[in-house]
């Protein structure tokens, strides 16, 4: 092997010094597919970066992006749709672990991931990939993974930055948000993960946000990811999001991948000579992919080794911890398949030919694949088992379905026959043609076949247990009420098959929950009526309403609510307690404003795990706001019997909207519901507190109105002064109140315009607005216009 050339971070003032600006343009772009530019002359080696979330994709031999050779062998964990379930960053800690392991061993400098878009539509093809609907559990959850993977001394490239939630149009869609939406849903997941885990990059995503494209947006890349949040290392394209790439460099993007053969370096280089482009730029850029290489170099150094039996032992907890029971009547599960073995009949091809990862740039070559079958076979089970449907051609390749030549018609008769007077395992999913990176699902149902099956076999057997293998929330609405119980595995990864096992048999009780609300129908969803688009353009109309802040909004029913998951045993909630302490001035965004605690105790037989979770509701809020939103959560293990106080704090951040007027975080004053409970429509704790804040004047602008002048501590009485006369028709409590709301909602500007005052004249307003008036600012994203 050839010694690796090195250079550490304190070279590159001396390195950049050396460098060409050809050359320097030259590290602004991929040597390759996966690696970063080589500048042999100066000793600095190309480092790999590749994918992905939930697994190591690295493409043995020669590579290209459509993952036409081979992977190298890597454990395959569950994708993030299922991690979100667990609730559990100490867990996502210890799966970042064993994924930098992997990376580290494998010469990769970079793991692409992971992505946290909001889940704005149920039907996005990426789902499987993205945590959840909440920005504050992908949040959470994003940040321990990345802590975990940058431990073991890689890095993690946190995508796709930013409004990349849908497939359709991806490369140039149009998202059209509005600015407190952007800041409250789809920007502090990537806010969280910057400040408190500081990734070593951010993937910006392909499609314009409010008319520019994310690859060279300033305000998202510059303004509010460096200056903002603090960002300190490299920001690279999604692979072929680049637009304008000298635009692209002056708005903050470091590195574009995979390489442009040449031909935007050779741009950079022209618009620096032509005066376009400040050299200084493409130094910033060339010094963040130099540093970020110097990283990874000490790690790279020293591989280490990767223990592939243990790694599958951790997906197997994995998946475990996944899965999430939704029903379960009359416990129907756990099944004592040791002793009713002959009782028991396992239906559906996906539990022969599992459904473990999505399809697209995050496909992983498994290092060994369990699937129910083979786990109950491993131990020395023998249940009898029927495909009951076909599955595509393309999800079986040579697998054992493939040889099968009974059509889905007799594949059903003979699973119902053997389901008779039976309990009936009955795996079904979605196939991976419904769900993939690239596109996006046109519904939300399983299968045809699968449905018919499932109806038929819950005719006839005693009880029917459902097991679901997919990626993205599928609609239940229409077939629920035929199963006895349902459990979600998502896409499971390699162990999944085995981890199905432990639950049903119930060697491990399932702990999940849902990260994502699972509507009734898909009608209900507000952003529907904006998905995914038209003409190029996505106008989330919906704006802060997504997921179950939605569902919540519009009353709609669910199949399942957000943060809802069954386990073996039952829970009490008791003893809310709320404290809460004034905002002020002083108050710090981390700060706690207000401190939580509730008692959990587990009320049924066996030991299981209760995820309390905290939401807030301000139900005299003079804003569009979710009737409530997760603030807090926990996850709590429970011996039958045991009885845990659980405390949590929200801080003044957990607690602010983002006003647009004054673009910044404010806490609004005024009454609080705090309520707590197993799932965002299961709430048995509230209490209502009120909250004190300073009231922060709003900026006054010529087109103010005359009540919001009124309303500010020192314009306010100035403007009365002024005008006494104006002050009298102006009284809410005088005598004609209708008078004085129909003058106070006027602009202050139309005062002298309409001659309701001789007092007030052009000239009064001007000297009232050199005191207390701003300039009107313009909106959302500068880098574009607003929605
Ligand atoms: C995907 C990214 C991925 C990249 C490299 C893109 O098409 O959107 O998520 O990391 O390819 O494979």
Same mark, same amino acid.
């Given at each position: 092997?050839?010694?690796r050339?090195?250079?550490?971070?304190?070279d590159i003032?001396?390195?950049?010094a050396?460098?060409t600006?050809a050359?320097?343009?030259s590290l602004?772009?991929?040597?390759?597919?996966?690696h970063t530019? %080589?500048i042999?002359?100066?000793?600095?080696?190309?480092v790999m970066?590749?994918?992905g979330?939930?697994g190591?994709?690295?493409?043995?031999?020669e590579?290209?992006h459509?993952?036409?050779?081979?992977?190298v062998?890597?454990?395959c964990?569950?994708?993030a749709?299922g991690?979100a379930?667990?609730?559990?960053p100490?867990l996502m800690v210890?799966?970042?672990e064993a994924l930098g392991?992997e990376?580290?061993?494998?010469?990769?400098?970079?793991?692409?991931?992971?992505?946290v878009?909001m889940k704005?539509?149920?039907?996005c093809?990426?789902n499987f990939e993205y945590?959840?609907?909440?920005?504050?559990?992908a949040?959470?959850l994003?940040?321990?993974?990345?802590?975990?993977?940058?431990s073991q001394?890689?890095g993690t490239?946190?995508?796709h930055?930013?409004?990349?939630n849908q497939e359709?149009d991806?490369?140039?869609?149009?998202a059209r948000v509005?600015e407190?939406?952007?800041?409250?849903i789809?920007?502090p997941?990537f806010?969280?993960?910057v400040?408190?885990?500081?990734p070593?990059?951010?993937?910006?995503s392909y499609n314009?946000?409010?008319?520019?494209y994310?690859?060279?947006h300033?305000?998202?890349?510059?303004q509010?990811?460096?200056?903002e949040?603090?960002?300190?290392?490299?920001v690279?394209?999604?692979w072929g999001?680049?637009?304008d790439r000298?635009a692209?460099?002056a708005?903050?993007?470091d590195?574009e991948?995979?390489?442009s053969?040449g031909?935007?370096d050779?741009?950079?280089?022209?618009?620096?000579?032509?005066g376009?482009?400040d050299?200084a730029d493409?130094?910033?850029?060339?010094?963040r992919v130099?540093r970020m290489?110097?990283?990874s170099?000490?790690a790279?150094?020293?591989p280490?080794?990767?223990d592939a039996e243990?790694?599958?032992?951790?997906?197997?907890? #994995?998946?475990t =911890?996944?899965?999430?029971?939704?029903k379960n009547d009359?416990?129907?599960?756990?099944?004592?398949l040791?002793s009713?073995?002959g009782?028991? #009949?396992l239906i559906?091809?996906l539990? =022969?030919?599992p459904? @473990?990862?999505?399809?697209?740039?995050s496909?992983v070559?498994?290092t060994?694949l369990?699937?129910?079958?083979?786990?109950?076979?491993?131990r020395g089970?023998?249940?009898?088992?029927? *495909?009951?449907? =076909?599955l595509?051609e393309a999800?079986?390749p040579?697998?054992?379905?493939?040889?099968?030549?009974r059509?889905?018609?007799q594949?059903r008769?003979?699973?119902?026959?053997?389901a008779r007077?039976?309990t009936a395992v009955?795996?079904?999913?979605l196939?991976a043609a419904?769900?993939s990176?690239?596109?996006?699902r046109?519904?939300?149902d399983i299968p045809?076949s699968h449905?018919?099956?499932l109806?038929?076999?819950?005719?006839?057997?005693e009880?029917?247990?459902?097991?679901?293998a997919?990626?993205?929330?599928v609609?239940l609405a229409e077939?629920e009420s035929?199963?006895?119980?349902?459990?979600?595995l998502?896409l499971?990864g390699?162990?999944?098959?085995s981890?199905?096992?432990?639950?049903?048999?119930?060697?491990v009780?399932p702990?999940?929950?849902l990260?994502e609300?699972?509507?009734?129908?898909?009608t209900?969803i507000?952003?529907?009526l904006?998905?995914?688009g038209?003409?190029?353009?996505?106008? @989330?109309?919906?704006g802060?309403?997504?997921?179950?802040?939605g569902l919540?909004?519009m009353?709609?029913?669910v199949s399942?609510?957000?943060?809802?998951?069954?386990?073996y045993t039952?829970?009490g909630?008791s003893?809310?307690?709320?404290?809460?302490?004034?905002v002020t001035?002083?108050?710090?965004?981390?700060d706690a404003?207000?401190r939580?605690s509730?008692d959990?105790?587990?009320?049924?037989p066996?030991?299981g795990?209760?995820?309390?979770?905290?939401?807030?509701?301000r139900?005299?809020?003079a804003?569009a706001?979710?009737?409530?939103e997760l603030?807090?959560?926990a996850?709590v293990?429970?011996?039958?019997g045991?009885?845990?106080?659980v =405390?949590?704090?929200l801080?003044?951040?957990?607690l602010?909207h983002?006003?647009?007027?004054r673009?910044?975080w404010?806490v609004?004053?005024?009454?609080l519901?705090?309520?707590?409970?197993a799932?965002?429509?299961?709430?048995p704790?509230q209490a209502?507190?009120d909250l004190?804040?300073p009231?922060?004047?709003?900026?006054?602008?010529a087109?103010s109105?005359?009540?919001?002048?009124?309303?500010? *501590?020192e314009?306010? *009485?100035a403007?009365?002064?002024?005008?006494e006369?104006?002050?009298?028709?102006l009284?809410?409590?005088g005598?004609?109140?209708?008078t004085?709301?129909?003058?106070?909602?006027?602009p202050?500007?139309k005062?002298?315009?309409m001659g309701?005052s001789?007092?007030f004249?052009?000239?009064?307003l001007?000297?009232?607005?050199g005191r207390?008036?701003?300039?009107?600012? *313009?909106? %959302?994203?500068e880098?574009?216009?607003?929605a």
């Open positions: 092997m050839t010694q050339p090195t250079f550490t971070e304190a003032p001396r390195i950049l050396e460098l600006l050359e320097k343009a602004c772009s991929g040597q390759d597919f996966w530019q %080589a042999e002359r100066l000793g600095i080696p190309a970066v590749t994918d979330p939930h190591l994709r690295k493409q043995a031999g590579t290209d459509l993952g036409l050779n081979a992977s062998p890597a454990t964990f569950p994708s749709a991690l379930s667990t609730w559990d100490e210890r799966v970042g392991r990376t580290r061993a494998n010469d990769v400098a970079v793991l692409l991931g992971p992505g878009n704005r539509s149920p039907l093809g990426r945590f959840s609907e909440d920005p504050h559990l949040g959470e994003a940040t321990a993974l990345v802590r975990g993977i940058q001394g890689v490239s946190l995508k930055y930013a409004a990349n359709t991806r490369m140039r869609v149009d509005d407190r939406t952007l800041r409250e789809y920007l997941a806010e969280t993960v400040r408190r885990a500081q070593w990059t951010v993937m910006c314009k946000v409010n008319g520019t994310a690859s060279q300033p305000w998202l890349l510059t509010v990811l460096r200056k949040w603090g960002f300190e290392g490299l690279v394209s999604d999001a680049v637009d000298p692209g460099v708005a903050g993007l590195l991948m995979p390489s053969f031909i935007n050779a741009r950079i280089v022209a618009a620096v000579e032509a376009e482009l050299e493409v130094s910033t850029a060339a010094a130099l290489v110097a990283r170099l000490p790279l150094a020293k280490g080794s990767v243990a790694h599958h032992a951790l997906a197997r907890e #994995v998946a =911890r996944t899965a999430v029971l939704l009359d416990g129907a599960l756990p099944l004592d040791d009713s073995a009782s028991v #009949v559906g091809e539990a =022969r030919t459904r @473990y990862q999505g399809a697209g740039s496909q070559n498994p060994r369990d699937s129910m079958v083979s786990a109950l076979a491993e089970l023998s249940i009898p088992f029927h *495909p009951g449907y =076909r595509a999800d079986v040579g697998g054992a379905g493939a040889a099968d030549d059509t889905d018609d594949l008769e003979d699973a119902v026959a053997a007077g039976r009955l795996v079904l999913g196939p419904d769900e990176e690239g596109f996006d046109t519904h939300a045809a449905r018919a099956l109806h038929e076999v819950a005719a006839v057997a009880r029917t247990v459902v097991l679901l997919n990626g993205a929330a609609a077939w035929q199963a006895d119980a349902i459990l979600e998502w499971g390699q162990a999944g098959g981890a199905a096992i432990d639950l049903i048999s119930g060697d009780a702990s999940g929950r990260a609300a699972i509507a009734t129908r898909l209900d507000p952003a529907q904006n998905f995914p038209e003409n190029g353009v996505v106008r @989330y109309g919906e802060l309403f997504i997921g179950y802040r919540d909004a009353a709609a029913e399942y609510p957000f943060g809802h998951g069954l386990t039952s829970f909630y003893d809310l307690a709320v404290e809460t302490l004034e001035e002083t108050t710090e965004a981390s404003v207000v939580v509730l959990v105790t587990n009320t049924g066996r030991a795990v209760a995820v309390p979770q905290v939401y807030v509701g139900p005299a809020s804003l706001r979710a009737p409530r603030r807090a959560f996850r293990e429970l011996a039958p045991e009885r845990s106080t =405390r949590l704090e801080t003044r951040r957990d602010s983002w006003d647009v007027r673009h910044d404010v609004e004053a005024g009454p519901v705090v309520a707590a409970g799932s965002s429509r299961d709430l704790l209502e507190v004190a804040a009231s922060a004047p709003i900026p006054l602008t087109h109105t005359i009540e919001e002048w009124l309303n500010h *501590p314009a306010g *009485p403007l009365l002064a002024q005008v006369e104006l002050g009298a028709m009284d809410p409590d005598a004609d109140a209708a004085a709301a129909f003058l106070g909602a006027m202050i500007v005062v002298p315009m309701l001789q007092a004249t052009v000239e009064t001007e000297h009232l607005l207390f008036g701003e300039h009107e600012r *313009p909106g %959302a994203t880098g574009g216009a607003s």
